[in-house]
């Protein structure tokens, strides 16, 4: 915890350089986790479009991320970046968004919140599942989110290429969607390309980017 001491100038920076480390988040995070994502995303192009009812949308929304959340924390690889201003979420090498049980319950989850707008959101993530590439192993970063207090900081991109410093000592490529086009000019300073351009059916674009392995 900072405080109003001045300690040598090797010690301040040692202190800074830990205070930029992101954590793997915790069971006890999850929720701050959580309201970092609802409202990252509550006015995303592709996800404002799924959930059009901006009224409910960010109860709508926590229940979707939380899935999300739910099904990546079986990984290591749920990321908070330092003073809670961003998280990531990845999906290592043969993993999975979420587990068989919820899979299993996904659909029925889904038209119970939403009922016949269900089928939006369906097609939403069945345009992502096909363009997802399968050939090569890879990880997969599912959500990035950076708090709204905190954008125009770069915390989400600097959370993001600390993640990548990881899967580069790894030696495996990585892959993400940009939902917001944006964002594909940023991604590609870290070394992403647009491997395919996709949407589901009446929605925006979103831009499929591969990274290859950095050794």
């Known amino acids: ?31 701050t986790a959580l309201q970092i994502l609802v409202d990252a995303f509550y006015d995303d192009p592709v996800w404002g479009w799924a959930f059009p009812d901006a009224l409910h949308r960010r109860d709508q929304h926590r229940v979707l991320w939380r899935a999300a959340l739910d099904g990546a924390m079986r990984y290591p690889w749920v990321w908070l970046a330092p003073g809670d201003t961003a ?17 299993a319950r996904f ?5 119970d919140l939403l009922g016949p707008g269900a089928d939006r959101v369906l097609e939403t993530f069945d345009a992502f599942e096909h363009a997802h590439p399968t050939s090569v192993p890879h990880f997969y970063l599912s959500l990035l989110g950076t708090a709204p207090a905190s954008r125009g900081h770069g915390f989400g991109l600097t959370l993001m290429a600390q993640n990548l410093r990881h899967i580069d000592e790894l030696g495996a490529p990585a892959y993400l969607e940009s939902s917001n086009a ?4 940023l991604y590609r300073r870290y070394g992403f390309e647009v491997l395919s351009t996709f949407a589901p059916p009446g929605g925006p674009q979103i831009a499929g980017m591969w990274r290859e392995a950095v050794r």
């Open 87 to 103: 998280t990531s979420v990845w999906i290592p090498p043969e993993g999975t968004e979420l587990s068989e049980e919820q899979a």
């Open 1 to 31: 915890m900072l405080n109003g001491s001045r300690g040598p100038t090797r010690t301040r920076t040692a202190v800074s350089q830990h205070e930029m480390t992101p954590s793997v988040v915790g069971p006890g995070q999850i929720e």
């Open 182 to 185: 944006a964002n594909v000019t």
């Open 107 to 111: 659909e029925p989850m889904l038209r």
